[in-house]
């Protein structure tokens, strides 16, 4: 069974603090995504990875960075939380380099900054 | 630039009632269009795509490039629809451009 983790479920953390968001895949897939869940606006697309150590900006990066220094492995980094970055992040992998085709979703961390 | 529309926030249907969630899309190529589910507590997960034609928990969607329209039908809700569901497009640069989502309520 195929499987996406994400190693916080939720979390709390204070303005200006460095968060860090973890993600797992265990099907060998070459691309990975993170997106941010927010009611009304959807799924908006943060960073992509097509392979190791190599990044891609989605639609809106500012105020994110990410790391892919192994193919299984892609984390999110948030240098200084905000408040406006309280919200529901998403990490995904597909199968098909280039291309997504279906995305395996993780359960999603929740992230609150105070 | 890609652009997924789903102009309804939320709907609500009676059980047994025909439901149908509306996607439109933007794009000047050749699209690859995806409708997701997310139960409640659940994660994300797909429901159906275009290229297979198939028919998943009593869904289907038909690609209709003259619309430019993805939408998704079911002849008879049920309670266990009720989900967020989101309309999703591939594109050749590589990137999933999704929809702002429905709520879908199934009342019994």
């Known amino acids: 069974d195929v499987k996406v983790t994400q190693s916080s479920r939720y979390l709390v953390k204070r303005t200006g603090e460095k968060v860090f968001l973890e993600c797992v895949q265990d099907?060998?897939?070459?691309?990975m995504f993170w997106y941010r869940q927010d009611p009304g606006l959807g799924l908006r697309l943060i960073y992509f990875?097509?392979?190791?150590?190599?990044?891609e900006k989605g639609d809106i990066p500012e105020g994110y960075s990410v790391s892919r220094e192994k193919k299984e492995r892609f984390s999110l980094i948030l240098e200084s939380a905000s408040t406006n970055q309280t919200s529901m992040y998403l990490c995904a992998s597909s199968h098909l380099q280039g291309s997504p085709g279906e995305l395996f979703f993780g359960e999603g961390s929740r992230l609150t900054v105070l | 630039a890609q652009r997924v529309t789903q102009p309804e926030k939320l709907l609500s249907v009676f059980k047994g009632a025909p439901v149908e969630l509306k996607c439109n899309y933007s794009?000047?190529?050749?699209?690859?269009l995806f409708w997701y589910v997310q139960y409640s507590r659940q994660r994300l997960q797909l429901l159906l795509r275009?290229?297979s034609r198939e028919s998943i928990k009593g869904f289907t969607a038909d690609l209709n490039k003259g619309e430019t329209s993805f939408h998704l039908k079911k002849p008879f809700a049920q309670e266990e629809d009720s989900a967020m569901y989101y309309c999703a497009l591939n594109t050749n640069a590589g990137k999933s451009t999704f929809g702002d989502g429905t709520t879908l309520t199934v009342k019994p």
């Open positions: 990875s097509y392979d190791v150590k190599m990044k």
């Open positions: 794009y000047s190529g050749s699209p690859e």
């Open positions: 099907m060998d897939h070459e691309n």
């Open positions: 275009h290229i």
